[in-house]
């Protein structure tokens, strides 16, 4: 979440430019042609015998993980040498703090469900400047659904403009996130709620949201800047906003990359939903 710095670093993002046009443009390219060659390998290997483990308390990891990571690794790096790194399955390098320009990635978002054969799954990756997206992609090669978004040029899904929903109404059923935060906001009891069907990927749901299959997501507490900042930028471009649950801007590459409740939806219904919680406040 964002510290105690972030009204700085807003001021800075506001008003520093990003980079060159055709350094983004070459990044753009770049960033397309790595993110859709780690779909595919993620697909070739997808519902085969692999190797799994877990890692911490409960995280699943499998070789494909390692796998598609590796691709990325190689191709960004190699192109981009003096950008910095922050993936999910690699170890994390404190040089990265000090970069400008850092890739965040998630080689394979959603790997429990990946595991378990079903299709809500994703490879996601930023390009962050100053704690701040710039560039983004979310593959879901299961439903060759890809989602891009440049800053300030507006987010695609499959070359094709998508929007986040208007209005400032609330449909349960069009949302999706941990049950007891939806709870609170509807003032109803969790087993007289019918929410969307779980979507295992996070990357995956927030994006949801931008192509306005989704009115809102929501995010529990602990996810990790690879799980957010592709689909920050894609909802974003799409007409819509993710923040905290404060209404605070989430900023990345940060020491601290883990992040309390978070909220996406269209503009107006963002702002419903943080002002909800700021006159009702979790515990």
């Known amino acids: 979440m964002a510290d105690a710095s972030s009204g700085r670093?807003?001021?800075k993002i506001l008003t520093r430019e990003v980079l060159p046009r055709e350094g983004l443009a070459r990044d753009a390219a770049l960033l397309t042609d790595t993110v859709r060659e780690a779909g595919a390998l993620g697909l070739s290997l997808f519902r085969t015998?692999?190797?799994?483990?877990?890692?911490?308390?409960?995280?699943?990891?499998?070789?494909?993980?390692?796998?598609?990571?590796?691709?990325?690794?190689?191709?960004?790096?190699?192109?981009?040498?003096?950008?910095?790194?922050?993936?999910?399955?690699?170890?994390?390098?404190?040089?990265?703090?000090?970069?400008?320009l850092v890739w965040i990635v998630d080689p394979i978002d959603g790997t429990r469900g990946y595991l378990a054969g079903r299709e809500d799954w994703c490879v996601s990756v930023a390009l962050v400047e100053d704690a701040q997206p710039v560039l983004a992609a979310v593959f879901a090669p299961a439903s060759d659904e890809f989602f891009f978004a440049m800053r300030g040029q507006g987010a695609l899904l499959n070359d094709a403009p998508v929007h986040a929903t208007a209005g400032t109404g609330l449909d349960f059923s069009r949302m999706a996130g941990p049950k007891p935060l939806v709870e609170r906001l509807s003032g109803r009891p969790a087993d007289e709620i019918t929410l969307h069907p779980r979507i295992g990927s996070l990357a995956l749901r927030l994006c949801r949201v931008a192509q306005g299959r989704l009115d809102a997501a929501f995010a529990g507490g602990q996810s990790r800047d690879?799980?957010?900042?592709?689909?920050?930028?894609?909802?974003?471009?799409?007409?819509?906003?993710?923040?905290?649950?404060?209404?605070?801007?989430?900023?990345?590459?940060?020491?601290e990359v883990t992040h309390g409740v978070l909220v996406a939806a269209g503009r107006d219904r963002h702002a419903g939903i943080v002002e909800h919680f700021r006159k009702s406040p979790l515990p």
């Open 49 to 100: 015998e692999l190797k799994s483990w877990t890692k911490g308390a409960s995280s699943p990891v499998s070789e494909a993980d390692i796998r598609v990571n590796d691709l990325i690794e190689r191709r960004l790096r190699s192109a981009t040498p003096d950008y910095g790194w922050l993936s999910e399955e690699s170890a994390d390098d404190d040089a990265r703090l000090g970069k400008q």
């Open 9 to 11: 670093m807003h001021d």
């Open 226 to 255: 690879w799980d957010l900042a592709a689909a920050n930028l894609i909802v974003q471009e799409a007409n819509g906003n993710m923040t905290a649950l404060s209404g605070e801007a989430i900023l990345y590459n940060r020491r």
